[in-house]
T-cell receptor, first 116, second 112 residues
Framework: NAGVTQTPKFQVLKTGQSMTLQCAQD?????MSWYRQDPGMGLRLIHY???????DQGEVPNGYNVSRSTTEDFPLRLLSAAPSQTSVYFC???????????????FGEGSRLTVL | GQQVMQIPQYQHVQEGEDFTTYCNSS?????IQWYKQRPGGHPVFLIQ?????EVKKQKRLTFQFGEAKKNSSLHITATQTTDVGTYFC????????????FGQGTTLQVKP
C-alpha cells in the first residue's frame, strides 16, 4: 500500500531553473494539496485541489503552478526557481469528510529542495 | 485572513515531566486536527476533534477542544523520549473546500 508518493526526495537547482515535483496517491482521494515547511513557519499551503480538473491557491502560491488532470496525480511546478523557494515540500491527500469536508491528511515523505 | 497560532514554539522537558501545547484560531472552527512529525519525517495524523468542549485521550495524550471552538490543547503526561517531535494543530480553511491551515507547530525535546 503505497499511499502518497513524492519524487524526487532531494533536488538542487540553480536560480532560474524550472522543475516539477511529482505527487501520486493510490487511495482514490478527492482532495490533494501541497505544503512547504520552513523553520519556525510551520506548514504553509501552496495550492490545493478538490478533484480532477479543479485547483485553487493556498496561502503562498506565488512562483508555483499546479494541475490535476487525474485523481491520482498532483504535480507542483516551479517556473523559475529562486533561493526563497529553498524548503521542504510535502504533498498530502484526503478523502472528503461528510460534515466538515476536512478529512485526515495523508502526507508523502517530503521533497527537500535547495535553490542556489 | 484566517490564522492558527500555536505556543510555545519550543519546549524542552526532562523525561517524565508533563508537556502542553496550545492552539488558537482567529475564527471559529468546525473541527480541529492534530499531527505529529518526528525529526526528519512527515506529519502523521493523531486525532480530530469536532464537538465543543470535547476531550479525547490516547494513552498519555489528552486533546481538548474549547467551548467556543476557537482553541485547543494537547497535553502529554509523563513524557518519554519517543514523544520527541513537532506537534501541529490544523483547522479548516474558509470556504468549506477541505483545505487545512496549520499552526506553526511546537517542537518537543525530551532529555532522558
Amino acid at each position: 500500500n503505497a499511499g502518497v508518493t513524492q519524487t524526487p526526495k532531494f533536488q538542487v537547482l540553480k536560480t532560474g531553473q524550472s522543475m516539477t515535483l511529482q505527487c501520486a496517491q493510490d487511495m482514490n482521494h478527492e482532495y490533494m494539496s501541497w505544503y512547504r515547511q520552513d523553520p519556525g513557519m510551520g506548514l504553509r499551503l501552496i495550492h490545493y485541489s478538490v478533484g480532477a480538473g479543479i485547483t485553487d491557491q493556498g496561502e503562498v502560491p506565488n512562483g508555483y503552478n499546479v494541475s490535476r488532470s487525474t485523481t491520482e496525480d498532483f504535480p507542483l511546478r516551479l517556473l523559475s526557481a529562486a533561493p526563497s523557494q529553498t524548503s521542504v515540500y510535502f504533498c498530502a491527500s484526503s478523502r472528503r469528510s461528510g460534515t466538515a469536508n476536512t478529512g485526515e491528511l495523508f502526507f508523502g515523505e517530503g521533497s527537500r529542495l535547495t535553490v542556489l | 485572513g484566517q490564522q492558527v497560532m500555536q505556543i510555545p514554539q519550543y519546549q524542552h522537558v526532562q523525561e517524565g515531566e508533563d508537556f502542553t501545547t496550545y492552539c488558537n484560531s482567529s475564527t471559529t472552527l468546525s473541527n480541529i486536527q492534530w499531527y505529529k512529525q518526528r525529526p526528519g519525517g512527515h506529519p502523521v495524523f493523531l486525532i480530530q476533534l469536532v464537538k465543543s468542549g470535547e476531550v479525547k485521550k490516547q494513552k498519555r495524550l489528552t486533546f481538548q477542544f474549547g467551548e467556543a471552538k476557537k482553541n485547543s490543547s494537547l497535553h502529554i503526561t509523563a513524557t518519554q523520549t519517543t514523544d520527541v517531535g513537532t506537534y501541529f494543530c490544523a483547522g479548516p480553511g474558509s470556504g468549506n473546500t477541505g483545505k487545512l491551515i496549520f499552526g506553526q507547530g511546537t517542537t518537543l525535546q525530551v532529555k532522558p
